[in-house]
């Protein structure tokens, strides 16, 4: 007899801090991806408690409700062991500018692998910021992201020439330090990154984080060859192309379908802990990091999330700590 086909799992999904190809200067400085799963009526059991316990008049809850000082006892049952998600979700955390260094790196140097990537863009991150002054800095940033940007429309792009000065200033900045190497490849592959601006219209987007964040959610919780169904909230980088593409990188997704997450408790939980897991992560990045906050979400955390800034994951990474 052909061996028994792995049990479907169905997923419910939401995110928190979605801008699309905007990774610099929006209202937020993390993405993050929330997959949850829960059965129906344990979703709406979980709902129904936190109103219980918030009693706030609001038709549908957000993770803002949580957040509040008031209302943190809520959150602690919410992420703690004996609250109805633990060892049931997971969190896929992006901090924008890095993961827009590394989209940078993509293109400068595609011959690489996704890993020497990863470290160019660590190697920038950590030291240049320092070296090249903050108004340098977010200006590259800033620059390179108009740059790479598949479909910012009337946003004007830097001219060829500032780019290449700014470039050009950044290696003069970091001369004799670790960050030399990292800036150097993007010195003299400028022109791979220029030419893909001007094709840029052409191209599927490589800067959403959403794309690579579904990915990873279908990986975990594929794990023993288990066929993967996505519940997600409503979302209009969600297209039929992009299913698609989905299908073809991960072939263990069995579909996707989008609802309104009023419709469906499942998501509505998944939307508390993307927005709660977006705001303590990046309170952390911004150094008010709440301790026990911290600890309490660790669990949840994928370790192949996209985080650059070392002090934080220090802090957030959930395989440096026995919880």
Not at 71 to 86: D, E, M, Y
Request: charged residues 25%.
């Amino acid at each position: 007899m052909p061996p028994e086909r792995a049990s479907l799992v169905e997923i419910a999904c939401d995110e928190s801090g979605s801008e699309g190809e905007k990774l610099v200067g929006g209202n937020t400085e993390v993405f993050a991806h929330a997959s949850v799963a829960i059965e129906l009526d344990e979703a709406s059991a979980c709902v129904a408690e936190l109103r219980r316990r918030i009693r706030s008049p609001a038709v549908e809850y957000k993770a803002n409700h949580l957040l509040r000082e008031k209302n943190r006892a809520a959150l602690v049952w919410t992420l703690g062991p004996s609250g109805p998600i633990h060892r049931r979700a997971r969190v896929y955390l992006v901090e924008k500018a890095h993961f827009l260094v590394r989209a940078i790196f993509a293109h400068a140097a595609p011959g690489n692998s996704t890993e020497t990537s990863s470290k160019l863009a660590l190697a920038l991150c950590q030291d240049a910021p320092a070296l090249v002054g903050r108004a340098d800095w977010h200006a590259f940033l800033e620059w390179s992201n108009q740059l790479l940007w598949t479909r910012n429309g009337d946003v004007p792009r830097p001219t060829v020439a500032a780019y290449y000065e700014l470039l050009d200033r950044m290696r003069w900045s970091t001369a004799g330090c670790p960050a030399a190497a990292a800036v150097e490849v993007i010195w003299t592959n400028r022109g791979l990154i220029t030419a893909a601006a001007e094709e840029r219209t052409a191209r599927s987007s490589t800067l959403d984080p959403l794309l690579p964040a579904l990915g990873r959610a279908i990986q975990v919780w594929a794990e023993g060859g288990r066929p993967v169904a996505i519940v997600h909230d409503e979302h209009s980088a969600i297209t039929a192309g992009l299913i698609v593409e989905l299908r073809k990188q991960w072939p263990a997704l069995a579909g996707v379908r989008l609802v309104d997450s009023m419709h469906d408790p499942r998501v509505q939980v998944a939307d508390f802990l993307a927005g709660v897991a977006r705001r303590i992560a990046e309170d952390a990045l911004t150094g008010n990091g709440d301790a026990e906050l911290t600890a309490m979400l660790r669990p949840y955390l994928d370790p192949a999330s996209v985080w650059g800034d070392s002090t934080s994951w220090t802090a957030l990474d959930p395989r440096d700590h026995t919880e």
